[in-house]
């Protein structure tokens, strides 16, 4: 069993920048894919990020050049760092862990943390 816990978030200015952070529990996490999804109110959830158990990462079009994900697996977390924050980045972001399906291990979630972006 995996616990993701995320934190960091808030209300933030408009070019603002906060630190997002999960951090998971056991002793497997170096094997997992890392994502951050959000959610705004009345929107599906959307992939924001991705660091693979190997390191490379990817971007949602719309965040590209302004966030930067990243993962700590001596710390078993990993990271989203958004910058240039618009009221359109407003929403809850949640961790994933997700390993490759050969493994067989279920998909975690985190509870969420809140973003805000004031104009």
């Known amino acids: 069993q995996v616990q993701l816990v995320e934190s960091g978030g808030g209300l933030v200015q408009a070019g603002g920048s906060l630190r997002l952070s999960c951090a998971a529990s056991g002793s497997i996490f170096r094997i997992f894919d890392m994502r951050w999804y959000r959610q705004a109110p009345g929107k599906q959830r959307e992939l924001v990020a991705t660091?693979?158990?190997?390191?490379?990462?990817d971007y949602a079009d719309s965040v590209k050049g302004r966030f930067t994900i990243s993962r700590d697996n001596a710390k078993n977390t990993v990271y989203l760092q958004v910058n240039s924050l618009k009221p359109e980045d407003t929403a809850v972001y949640y961790c994933?862990?997700?390993?490759?399906?050969?493994?067989?291990?279920?998909?975690?979630w985190g509870q969420g943390t809140q973003v805000t972006v004031s104009s």
């Open positions: 660091v693979t158990s190997g390191g490379s990462t």
């Open positions: 994933n862990a997700e390993a490759s399906p050969r493994l067989g291990l279920p998909t975690y």
